[in-house]
């Protein structure tokens, strides 16, 4: 329908009636105190001489912009169109007087000019629309594509479905199949609600028939529109359940309910998003605000949420696979924490404990506002890196030998043992001497002489005895490992060492072995230089171990962190010497807690448990103080009562 738009206080448009019936035309009268604006459709401005004066040059511009056409009528004696009046705003120019045939013909050609502008506008504005709502898509493939984990996903899926349609409120489905019984069943996963956000949500679930609505779209695979809900049709096998709004005060109307699908063309789930809106703030508080703002969901919501259920299966999906995999990462973790502590039973709990304690620091590192680590953050990913750089940093003990490994004292049991025969030995060789004498003096000389010989006998042999069981206590009491041997301990093992014995075959021995005297001569510990070093190659058996895994880039580097965990800052650790910020924060932070829990574990062979309180005294004084420890990482490890945290092991 064509509107005339005309300003009847200066100028009576009866003389164009016989025009304005033949073209059919509805006439609409404007002033020029109001803007000027084309109606939905076509829309032909006449513009006679007297109305030139009331709208301005901009405003005549901005109605041909909207789609409006103008033909403008002259006044006597004007032949063309006159100067101030813009030619290109101009649909057609009528010469005074206007004959009818040549204003109909005008009015038509405006009509026609002032359709083609509104269909062009449309599909200008359709073609925006689209391009607004590919960008949108796209944005939420992107938002999808890069959250990994599903409930959050999930929520994320529904909002987005919602936000793009409009939509009061919605939930979501997942469809799950038990692995014993085969049976499919949905689980409600997520609700949303506009109006009412603070409803309580339980997770469970429901058969899966064509009984429910979202049962039928996951058992037919094909969407549901609905108008209302409250008046489905009578043939319908679906029902909608009105016990959530009879409990809250709710009325669900229009509806939309959509299959996810994923690329097999397999249902993981379906979408359902209820009473779309006009306007997404508005809130459905009465019924009145239902039948005022909801509207049925239009073929064009159909179509969007089709495609985001789409994406969102595959996200979905994607999630779940990322899921398993980092499931079988974490088991395979365990099996490997396991492993090592079947190899090392003395040291069980130690990889979960410097594990945690080294979330934990990272944890309140990045927490920290200001100071060396305010601009220091760590993502969830990184926060899992660390943690499984911390349960792994020991695993390649399995590589040590066990018995090396597992050493508890100075001297191996079987070495110990041997010792103790020696001793024994020695001490039957002195009572077979002692009753040798004692015969031997009897059978030379008898009777006389033979008490004073044997007090005199008594005595040496009570001296020597107690001093090869001196020898032997001596050694059982060097072989336990210390913090720090006696020096005097020392020198009397030495000398231990230069004693002999006369052996069952007559061969001279030594009482103690050189290498058993250097062994029971560690200063500290229970390993000499070379076993230590073959202890200290389980830090090079752990890096080749782990570069062998093909890491998810997000754990990439697990190897490198747990690399450097007996590095120090002033390059004294080993196996590289690498020192200051060579070594990463994330090793810094493990070391910290490797060290911690060495000094506070249970008893262990070479040292005994020390309380937190100065195990922390020792740390600062004997590795921060001097360097070799993080100072700051240090301090946030104490302020933050990281150490305090318990552990589950």
Do not use: C
């Not at 164009?16 to 109001?34: C, H, I, K, M, Y």
């Not at 793009?164 to 409120?169: G, L, M, Q």
């Not at 049925?296 to 969007?304: D, G, I, K, Q």
């Not at 690399?563 to 990463?584: M, N, Q």
């Amino acid at each position: 329908m064509t509107y005339l738009l005309l300003h009847p206080a200066t100028w009576s448009p009866a003389p164009l009636a016989p025009a304005l019936e033949a073209a059919r035309v509805e006439t609409r009268s404007v002033s020029g105190g109001r803007d000027l604006v084309p109606d939905d459709g076509p829309t032909v401005f006449l513009l006679d001489p007297d109305t030139r004066s009331a709208f301005s040059v901009e405003a005549l511009r901005a109605f041909v912009d909207a789609g409006g056409a103008i033909v403008a009528i002259g006044r006597e004696g004007e032949d063309d169109v006159p100067d101030g009046l813009p030619v290109e705003l101009l649909t057609g120019f009528v010469r005074f007087p206007a004959g009818q045939r040549q204003l109909l013909v005008s009015i038509r050609a405006g009509y026609r000019e002032a359709a083609a502008r509104v269909e062009t506008g449309r599909a200008r504005a359709e073609a925006a629309q689209r391009s607004r709502e590919i960008g949108e898509m796209t944005r939420i493939g992107t938002a999808l594509g890069t959250e990994r984990d599903t409930n959050k996903l999930l929520g994320l899926i529904l909002d987005q479905a919602r936000r793009i349609t409009n939509s009061d409120a919605g939930s979501l489905y997942l469809v799950e199949t038990d692995e014993d019984t085969g049976i499919k069943r949905m689980r409600f996963m997520v609700a949303q609600n506009f109006t009412k956000p603070d409803l309580p949500f339980r997770e469970s679930t429901m058969r899966l028939d064509r009984t429910s609505l979202a049962g039928y779209a996951a058992t037919t695979g094909e969407p549901l529109v609905i108008d209302d809900a409250y008046f489905l049709p009578p043939d319908v096998e679906y029902t909608i359940n009105r016990s959530f709004d009879e409990r809250h005060g709710y009325r669900s109307k229009s509806m939309l309910v959509i299959p996810m699908k994923d690329h097999r063309e397999i249902i993981i789930g379906v979408l359902q998003l209820i009473n779309r809106k006009r306007t997404y703030d508005a809130r459905l508080a009465t019924l009145e605000d239902v039948q005022r703002e909801v509207v049925p969901f239009s073929r064009r919501a159909v179509e969007l949420v089709t495609a985001l259920a789409g994406q969102a299966a595959v996200s979905i999906e994607n999630a779940q696979l990322y899921e398993r995999i980092n499931r079988m990462f974490r088991e395979f973790v365990d099996a490997s924490v396991q492993a090592i502590e079947q190899r090392d039973p003395i040291t069980k709990g130690h990889s979960k404990r410097v594990a945690g304690w080294t979330v934990g620091l990272a944890e309140a590192v990045d927490r920290t506002p200001d100071g060396p680590f305010g601009a220091t953050h760590f993502t969830r990913d990184q926060i899992r890196e660390i943690e499984y750089a911390g349960l792994l940093h020991d695993f390649g003990k399995v590589g040590v030998k066990e018995d090396v490994l597992q050493k508890a004292q100075k001297l191996f049991p079987d070495r110990l043992e041997l010792i103790k025969q020696r001793h024994a030995f020695v001490r039957r060789s002195l009572e077979r001497d002692f009753w040798r004498s004692r015969a031997e003096f009897l059978e030379r000389q008898g009777e006389k002489g033979y008490p004073d010989f044997l007090a005199k006998l008594d005595d040496e042999q009570r001296r020597v005895v107690e001093q090869l069981d001196q020898f032997l206590r001596t050694v059982i009491s060097a072989n336990e490992p210390s913090l720090l041997l006696a020096p005097e301990n020392s020198a009397e093992l030495s000398q231990y060492g230069a004693h002999t014995y006369i052996d069952v075959d007559g061969q001279t021995q030594p009482l103690l072995t050189p290498k058993e005297v250097r062994y029971l001569t560690i200063r500290k510990g229970s390993l000499d230089d070379d076993e230590r070093k073959l202890i200290e190659t389980h830090v090079e058996h752990t890096w080749n171990f782990l570069q062998e895994i093909k890491w998810t880039p997000e754990l990439a580097r697990i190897p490198i962190i747990a690399y450097g965990h007996h590095e120090k800052l002033d390059g004294s650790g080993y196996p590289r010497h690498i020192s200051g910020d060579a070594i990463p924060i994330q090793t810094r932070m493990m070391t910290i807690s490797d060290i911690y829990d060495a000094l506070v574990a249970q008893d262990r062979p070479y040292k005994k448990k020390v309380l937190p309180d100065n195990a922390l005294d020792i740390m600062h004084r004997e590795l921060v103080t001097p360097g070799q420890l993080d100072g700051e990482l240090f301090k946030v490890f104490i302020e933050a009562k990281v150490f305090a945290i318990e552990v589950p092991t």
